[in-house]
């Protein structure tokens, strides 16, 4: 070997030679200790530092830092040269490998952004070995184009990443044309080939209405395999449904003519990895596959709770007497109108089936039911006190046998009222409700909205009994529950509790998880009580599974979970492939989850649209699908975004409508269909029924239905498709109904469905019904009970976000035109927002003026309510949608019956029929309509309530002269 002769301060201190080296290798005397170093093993080339004892020399290896001092002043002008080029000899190799390493990388598969990470981290490292030193030395023109390229990896980009994924999407595209050519009956779209070919750590596919989502999903399995990436062995496809997964295997035997790819649905997946793990296939309880049979157990289950445990019981009805409904009080809206929109949409009914106007009244009513004191709700005052200006009286609350009435006042504390009611007015009339039970000697208990506030309510109305010597006792326990059966509340809670059961315990919680579950419900005491009374239920329920040595579906994923995330089951799949992915839950979304990490350099496909993410109330949490890469990490997403189905105007309607709610992820649907008019049409109509027709759906009855069959009967000379849509099943037209439609129009081959069932289909015309406002409206304005609310995933931001999106859902099943039947006294608001803010035919079909002016009769004393048209003893009159809370009515024009308004001009009433327009004077005493009569001096206008020397008489007169009669104009 040679060796590096020491300076003179070397010499004179130390008799050794420290270091001696060939070209492969270092002798180095260090640390009284002599060591053979390879050049490979150093880290990096020698470095040389000059000093006045002469040169420190440093190197290193992985476990040891080498420095060595008084070497040679010029050593270093001698051997640097030679020390990095036998550095360079030893370490090529190794660059060689990176490099070759990073190329296989990246000309082999699509490059996934988890091997971005690894080329990077890699690249840095070696990097470092060769930086910046080579920068000077005279061995980087042998090797400069290996060290640029180095360079290069250590910096990457995201430039660079587009260029190799798209170089190999290009590529695979060529090479695979012919099979996407003819996988489907039409070649696939570039969009949809891409989509097949992009294999990210993570996929996420947005495939808007119509867009070929399930050829992808075939077209990707095929070409996996074709392209030799996968067997089939290592493709898991996982549908949403049974019925889901069916369709898909047939489509796959179809299009690739194999079986060897099967579509699972989670809980047969749930149960295979069971089975494998447990060594034998559980038994599925018949609680899983028949409904039916589990309401049934769970009712008596609850019912036998009831019977048998006293304390169970006492909970039960305490929950009915103060927990059944969703609070909210009048203070928490902004008009009279919505309150009573409130009430009446979630059916707040008195356990004796009063519609009270308040959760005061609702709590005053059940606790006199429960404690037997007979009392009539909202009756007429014992002495007649009506006025002109003031009905009569009607106090809250009337207890016959004592002679009592109660009065329940929406006041806090201070004093205040309801932001839409006017205080002064309404402390005006306890004023005058006070001194009339005075005038009258009549007794009566005052309570309010301030101590209903305080939880004092019931603890004063019992004291104002005792005061009134009222003695009461609680009724029977078994009176109340009759009672409670009677009237459907025990079932409707045993059926709350069968969608609480899969709920909680899907979410597997445990009790921190329980508290924080009851803090963010909306009322926490409705959740608490709720939950403690599902608890027994939920024991009694795991106890007969576990009795019997069976499972259910929440089972199948809880225990698939826990087997692939604890390694006892290996998963064999590399592609996993999921269908429908925004109806999916976190249960669901975990096990696929823990699947990927099971296998090593497995990927996740998912399928999805967030705008028809439509399954909230089965526990779907839309945010999985609108933050998929926060959920499931590095992520690639595309989109489809040609629809077959829809032409472009649905397509333009129903893009705007959804994407109005900014949380949806934007996209772009372009239609392969062009039309220059609307194709959304609009039919208004009321609820009067036409006579030939008999049905409880209005919109067969009112012959809606039968005039848009007609419309779509003429433009048709061949057999077409229509769907009847409504939210809800009870109000879809009956089999018999269909029949006798079909009879009546051959070429249309009809079929009835919920927007949700509708979910995956598609027809040439949609006909959508069933849009009103109410208990059973759309959108739903019904509340969720607090406990299920939160254990659902978290409610949107955007007001009726999930309705918006199953009403979009209905719209884009059609290919060519959606008609829509709504009356416009009691529509959905949705129906409005289509009529003021996009393209739709609003002229095909005539309408009533009922229908078309409804923003002019609205009620005047709620603002929210629309004027009906009825008939009663004495003819046609107006009354409030509302009715009975809002009791408001308005008489119609005398000349032609059509509805008249006040809202066009001030103190007068016109009607709305433009052939008519017939004006009246409203009197500016009473706000009576004014009748034009004759009188000794001429005509006059007098009030309607003009009724002689009566009491009641109104005696307010107008000379016509002194009218100024306002410019009528053309409101068409």
Not at 343 to 349: K, Q, R
Not at 450 to 475: G, P, R
Not at 776 to 799: M, N, R, V, W
Not at 843 to 855: C, G, P
Request: with cysteine; proline share 3%; hydrophobic share 35%.
């Amino acid at each position: 070997m040679n060796s590096i002769v020491p300076s003179i301060f070397g010499r004179i201190f130390s008799n050794k030679i420290p270091l001696a080296f060939n070209e492969h290798a270092l002798a180095v005397t260090h640390n009284k200790t002599n060591q053979q170093i390879q050049w490979s093993e150093v880290t990096t080339p020698l470095s040389f530092k000059f000093g006045f004892l002469g040169q420190t020399i440093h190197f290193s290896t992985a476990d040891q830092n080498v420095t060595l001092t008084m070497m040679g002043y010029h050593s270093d002008h001698f051997l640097k040269t030679r020390f990095d080029q036998y550095w360079v000899n030893a370490n090529i190799a190794k660059l060689d490998a990176l490099l070759e390493k990073i190329a296989n990388i990246l000309s082999h598969g699509f490059l996934r952004q988890s091997r971005i990470s690894d080329i990077k981290s890699l690249a840095l490292q070696e990097r470092s070995r060769w930086f910046p030193w080579i920068k000077e030395s005279n061995s980087l023109a042998l090797i400069e184009k290996k060290i640029q390229l180095l360079d290069k990896y250590s910096k990457w980009d995201n430039v660079a990443t587009h260029f190799f994924q798209h170089r190999y999407v290009k590529e695979q595209l060529q090479h695979h044309k012919s099979f996407f050519d003819q996988v489907e009956s039409n070649p696939l779209t570039e969009r949809q080939r891409t989509a097949c070919i992009i294999d990210d750590d993570n996929n996420l596919l947005l495939a808007g209405a119509g867009t070929g989502k399930t050829s992808v999903m075939i077209a990707r399995a095929g070409y996996l395999v074709q392209s030799q990436q996968a067997k089939y062995d290592d493709i898991l496809l996982l549908a949403y449904g049974r019925k889901a997964a069916d369709e898909m295997n047939q489509r796959i035997q179809d299009k690739l003519t194999t079986d060897k790819i099967k579509a699972a649905t989670f809980h047969s997946l749930g149960l295979s990895i069971i089975s494998q793990v447990e060594g034998g296939r559980p038994s599925l309880s018949v609680f899983a596959e028949d409904e039916k049979v589990k309401a049934e157990w769970l009712h008596n289950s609850f019912e036998s709770l009831i019977e048998n445990q006293s304390e169970y019981r006492a909970r039960v009805l305490d929950y009915f007497s103060q927990y059944y409904y969703v609070e909210k009080n009048d203070f928490d809206f902004q008009t009279l109108g919505d309150y009573y929109h409130y009430l009446n949409d979630n059916d707040i009914l008195s356990l004796k089936g009063d519609k009270v106007k308040s959760f005061g009244e609702l709590y005053i009513a059940n606790w006199l039911f429960y404690h037997g004191i007979d009392y009539e709700y909202a009756a007429a005052y014992q002495f007649d006190v009506k006025t002109v200006a003031r009905r009569q009286y009607k106090p809250d609350f009337y207890l016959p046998e004592y002679e009592l009435y109660i009065e329940y006042y929406g006041v806090d504390e201070a004093g205040n009222t309801a932001p839409y009611i006017d205080k002064d007015q309404y402390h005006a009339s306890i004023a005058w409700k006070k001194a009339t039970h005075q005038r009258y000697n009549t007794r009566c208990v005052t309570l309010t909205y301030a101590q209903h506030k305080q939880d004092t309510l019931l603890n004063e109305l019992q004291n104002a009994l005792s005061e009134h010597k009222i003695d009461y006792e609680i009724l029977p326990i078994e009176s109340i529950l009759a009672s409670l059966r009677e009237t459907g509340r025990i079932s409707v809670l045993a059926e709350l509790f069968g969608k609480l059961l899969g709920l909680y315990k899907a979410a597997d919680l445990d009790e921190k998880a329980q508290t924080d579950i009851i803090n963010r419900a909306e009322d926490t005491k409705q959740a608490e009580t709720a939950l403690a009374l599902l608890k027994p239920i939920m024991s009694s329920y795991n106890h007969h599974l576990h009795q019997r040595d069976e499972v259910d579906f929440e089972d199948m994923i809880i225990k698939a979970i826990d087997y692939v995330e604890s390694g006892l089951f290996t998963s064999p799949w590399r592609c996993i492939m999921v269908d429908e992915f925004q109806d999916i839950s976190k249960p669901r979304a975990r096990l696929v989850k823990a699947l990927r990490d099971n296998n090593n350099g497995s990927s996740v496909f998912a399928v999805g649209d967030d705008w028809q993410a439509i399954y909230r109330f089965s526990g779907a949490d839309i945010r999985l699908t609108t933050q998929f890469a926060k959920y499931f990490g590095l992520t690639t997403q595309t989109e489809l975004d040609v629809t077959f189905r829809f032409n472009n105007k649905i397509g333009q309607v129903t893009s705007d409508f959804i994407s109005k709610n900014p949380a949806q992820l934007h996209k772009t649907i372009t239609s392969l269909t062009h039309v220059a008019t609307p194709a959304i049409s609009l039919l208004r109509r009321g609820d009067h029924t036409v006579a030939n027709y008999q049905s409880s759906l209005i919109e067969l009855s009112n012959g809606a239905v039968d005039d848009v069959l007609q419309a779509i009967y003429s433009k048709t000379c061949k057999p077409v498709t229509v769907y009847l849509l409504a939210r809800f099943g009870f109000k879809l037209p009956s089999h018999a109904d269909i029949q006798t439609l079909s009879a009546k129009y051959p070429l249309l081959k009809m079929q009835a469905h919920t927007f949700h069932a509708a979910k995956g289909k598609e027809a040439d015309y949609v006909v959508i019904i069933g849009l009103q406002k109410g208990k059973h409206g759309f959108p739903s304005e019904k509340a969720t009970p607090a406990i299920l609310d939160a254990l659902l995933p978290p409610q949107e931001d955007y007001p009726h976000a999930e309705e918006r999106r199953l009403f979009y859902v209905a719209l884009t099943r059609a290919r060519h035109r959606v008609y829509i039947i709504a009356d416009m006294a009691n529509t959905s608001g949705f129906v409005q927002e289509l009529m003021a803010e996009h393209d739709i035919e609003l002229d095909e079909f005539s309408s009533e003026n009922e229908q078309v002016y409804t923003d002019d009769i609205n009620c005047m004393r709620c603002d929210t309510g629309v004027l009906k048209k009825q008939t009663g003893r004495y003819g046609i009159f107006y009354c409030c949608s509302l009715f009975p809370r809002c009791r408001h009515k308005e008489q119609p024009c005398q000349q032609c019956s059509s509805p008249m308004t006040r809202k066009r001009h001030t103190g007068f009433k016109l009607c709305l029929d433009t052939n008519c327009n017939h004006i009246i004077p409203i009197c500016d005493k009473c706000d009576a309509e004014m009748v034009l009569r004759k009188g000794p001096k001429g005509d006059f206008w007098g009030c309607r309530n003009f009724k002689g020397d009566e009491a009641l008489s109104c005696k307010n007169g107008r000379d016509p002269a002194s009218i100024q009669w306002p410019e009528l104009e053309s409101y068409l």
